[in-house]
């Protein structure tokens, strides 16, 4: 069954410290997507980014980077130099396809909630 | 830049009334998508619509939800008989080719 664990439920984090939240996904699909959303308090959710399951190239965009293995079915994040605005849950999920061509759903994993502390 | 949007911000209601919650999907897109989470629980998957029709449903979505496109913008999900159960929030989405979505900012809907 397809599945996401993102083991960490809650980190605490003093302001310009790096950290890193873990993914770990399960599939059966040989090509599928991953994916970070980040919910601040506001509630909306916000894509951060996606990644296809035949590009393992490590991507940055700005403090945020991504790391994916596919390995050992890993996809991280890491911010550098966090920010008090960088405070919210973040959410990996995996997308599933329903049927035939490109329409999937999300599998989403709990979530990690990250406050970033001045 | 062209964002999903969603009303009401917040619905309460009484068990067994119906509600109607609205989005406004980005306008180019051909795929929408209903999700929930309850308060501090996972986001779950509730439906899939295209070529204005269902493409997939979860358990979840029983027969009292529905889901319509009445007009070409909005794509509404209908409870009929709410539950306290349903009190949760509901966010739409919309993806152009089926492979990223974005969300709407949710409706909160409180069931009393």
């Known amino acids: 069954a397809q599945k996401v664990t993102q083991a960490q439920t809650e980190i605490s984090v003093v302001e310009k410290e790096d950290v890193t939240l873990d993914c770990v996904y399960e599939?059966?699909?040989?090509?599928?997507?991953l994916f970070w959303y980040k919910q601040p308090p506001s509630g909306e959710l916000v894509f951060l980014i996606r990644r296809n399951s035949f590009d393992e190239q490590n991507e940055i965009s700005g403090r945020y980077s991504w790391n994916f293995q596919k390995s050992t079915s890993s996809f991280n994040f890491t911010i550098t130099a966090s920010q008090v605005v960088d405070s919210a849950v973040y959410f990996c999920a995996l997308s599933e396809v329903l049927n035939a061509g490109n329409n999937r759903k999300l599998i989403w994993g709990l979530g990690t909630s990250l406050a970033v502390n001045p | 830049e062209p964002e999903v949007t969603q009303t009401p911000s917040h619905q309460v209601t009484q068990m067994g009334q119906e509600v109607i919650l609205r989005c406004v999907p980005i306008?180019?897109?051909?795929?929408f998508y209903w999700y929930r989470q309850i308060l501090g629980q996972k986001v779950e998957f509730l439906v899939s619509?295209?070529?204005?029709?269902?493409?997939?449903k979860s358990e979840i979505f029983d027969d009292q939800f529905s889901v319509e496109r009445p007009d070409g913008s909005n794509f509404t999900l209908k409870i009929r008989s709410t539950k306290l159960e349903d009190s949760a929030m509901y966010f739409c989405?919309?993806?152009?080719?089926?492979?990223?979505?974005?969300f709407g900012p949710g409706t909160r809907l409180t069931v009393l």
């Open positions: 619509f295209y070529n204005n029709e269902i493409s997939e």
């Open positions: 599939t059966r699909d040989t090509t599928y997507y």
């Open positions: 306008s180019n897109h051909l795929y």
């Open positions: 989405a919309s993806s152009e080719s089926g492979r990223t979505q974005y």
